[in-house]
């Protein structure tokens, strides 16, 4: 039996368009404090706030993103969405006070949120339901390569370019974002809201219930993640191997992209538990070697076995989201997975940031992450057993249903 098309034009055009729009956060992530600092005389809190300012725009507009995703034609929210981040871009080119920087940054959060969630969720959509946890495993590489990519840019652009080239490059990438996400027409069925039975606002507008629990697995992991993201330039420069940076980032997305085509069709042919379990064993083994390192091969090595875990682990709850609700509430699923990501990597620079301070980064890698990893594979298999009674309980009562249809013989 044929497979199902997988990389159609229209998956494609997501998942181009989910690239430029992280790399371009990516980018700013890295150059735009240095531009800060060196332009506009700057401090390191000056250069915070540039990143707290798009924190809160992302995290306040991600639930109402998924409510309008939703509830609008998908295809004109993507138009308006993708020719408002353009214009955002193009704007960093002429306004350079502090104002307006964090103003523009602000913005930029907002529609960060608003086109990202639009495109995870029409990919999902458009997606044939027999491959979908591949298929979203792939989409997600779009995001790990944003990841690696956009810093090493950023940093290339900045400090050999200037900041002229920096924010004319962004600017290109908004102009390759509108044309990759609207290139294509989608399907009616996709891009029509479905029709509202209830009226007014109400809290299953903005997040999804059944979302909550894969969401909150998934917000556990980046919990973790995020304190590598956050403090590897200065646990690699305690080390002496800060140069290596890039290398550790390298390999992590390399092995993610190698591993990729088998763990999505494991997913979707074996079920979660078949990558999700072994997900969880190398992502708390990464941690482990990560908080030993001391050299060039050891900071290489827990790049490889953390890439494996997770790249495992993260298109595995962004599906189990996305799948738990129905396709006409998937705007609101995403939402739901995508807001809790926010909030976790959040959350995970303020407090790693104290317990490094006070015990060190190996003990924060190799005790906190790695007991967050293993309280994350504890609430997976109560939530999973959970399921299973629930979905062994509905079994029984339609085989019990359909006897008691069957015709009685006297």
Known sequence: MERERLWTPEFLGMGGSNLFLFMSQYIMVAALPIFIMDSLGGGDMEAGLAMSFFQIGAVTCRPLAGRLIDAVNKRRLMIAA??????????????????????????????????????????????????????????ALSTNLAMVVGPLLGLLLI??????????????LGALTFFAANARRLPDAIILPAKRTKKGFHLSDFIERKA???????GLVFFAYGGILTFIPLYAKSLGLQAETSLFFMVFALVIILTRPVIGRLFDEKGPDWTVWPGFLFFAAGMVIFSQVQSVTGLLIAAAVLGIGFGALSPAFQTLAVKSAAPSRAG??????????????????AIMSIVAANFGYSFMYGAVNTAIVILTAVCYYIWRHHQKRIAHIRRARRKRHANEDLPRVR
């Not at 050999?160 to 290109?172: E, I, K, M, Q, Y």
């Not at 699923?333 to 620079?349: N, P």
Request: proline residues 2%; aromatic residues 14%; charged residues 5%.
């Open 212 to 218: 909550l629990a894969p969401a909150g697995l998934g």
């Open 332 to 349: 609101v699923a995403t939402a739901t997975y995508f807001w809790s990501l926010d909030i976790s990597v959040g959350l995970a620079a």
């Open 82 to 139: 993708t020719t408002v981040f353009f214009l955002i871009m193009l704007a960093f080119n002429w306004l350079h006070s502090l104002t307006s920087i964090y103003v523009l940054r602000l913005l930029h959060g907002c529609i960060f949120a608003l086109a990202t969630t639009a495109a995870a969720a029409m990919a999902a959509l458009v997606l044939p339901a027999t491959r979908k946890g591949e298929g979203i495993g792939y989409f």
């Open 159 to 172: 400090g050999n370019l200037g900041s002229t080239a920096l924010f004319a490059f962004v600017t290109l």
